[in-house]
């Protein structure tokens, strides 16, 4: 009989015990249903809400409704609407389609603009026309210029050609220049190429430098060199090297590597050591006897 009686006690202990963490599990369940139907989402089940959680669903919702509409998204249902939302859209509709007629954008519709806004969208795309024919644009129509407009689109268009040749970029064309524009661009072309040769890069035409630029190219190839041998960089040309290079760069890594050695970090190779060196190592360094 007592046995029968402890196992129950036990039970309900056992019962007690589990029951935050039942109670935990609903209550998680509870919170990602409720995060669900203030979503929209289809996995929300309104049955298990409370009076008040309800509401904040509903609130959510049309809160959710009026950004759609805002938004111009086909999820936006007008019939939700309270008046002043369906005003505030009508507001913010009318800004978003006077802001993408001014943009030049596809979408825009100058049948809902006012006689004002229409006038100012004319003025806003003739400008844009303008300024797309000094760019050379393709959407570029000349025929809308007056005459005094197209003067200045001829001179906009000429200084571009003059800054593209200058700076080897664009689509120049040199039978446009004048005598001293062409000068401009040939001393520009001539020092764009010597920097190129000074810095290395592959633009870089020798054969264009003055005996003074072509000995400040080769001088500075020549420690761009060096400075790839000493780095071990793939673009080293040993045989670039003078003998005092040659062995000031061997001396280096010589040091490199029983340095290596001796601190057991790094790429070490034994066999370079001298045997004075290999003596010196740290018992944990010394390389093994063969």
Known sequence: MKAGVSKYL???????????????????????????????SVTCDRSKLSSSESDSVVLAGRGRNVSNCRNGYDSCDRSKL????????????????????????????RSKLTPGEAREMAVAQHQRNIDDCKRGSGACDRSTLTLSEAGEVHEARRQLNVSDCRDGIGLCDHSRLTPSETREVSIAEHQRNAQN???????????????????????????RNISACRDGQETCDYSKLTPTESKMLADAE???NYTACRRGYGYCDPSR?????????PAEQKPAVR
């Open 82 to 109: 309270t008046h002043p939302e369906t005003i505030a859209l009508a507001v913010a509709d009318h800004q978003r389609n006077v802001s993408n007629c001014s943009d030049g954008i596809v979408s825009c519709d």
């Open 197 to 223: 040769c000074e810095n290395g890069w592959d633009e870089c035409d020798h054969s264009k430098l003055t005996p003074l630029e072509a000995r400040e190219t080769a001088s500075t190839e020549h420690r």
């Open 10 to 40: 036990w039970a309900q202990v056992a019962c007690f015990s589990l029951w935050p963490i039942l109670l935990f599990g609903q209550s998680s369940d509870l919170a990602e249903n409720l995060a669900d139907c203030k979503d929209g």
């Open 254 to 256: 010589h040091k490199r």
């Open 273 to 281: 050591l001298t045997p004075s060196e290999a003596k010196s190592m």
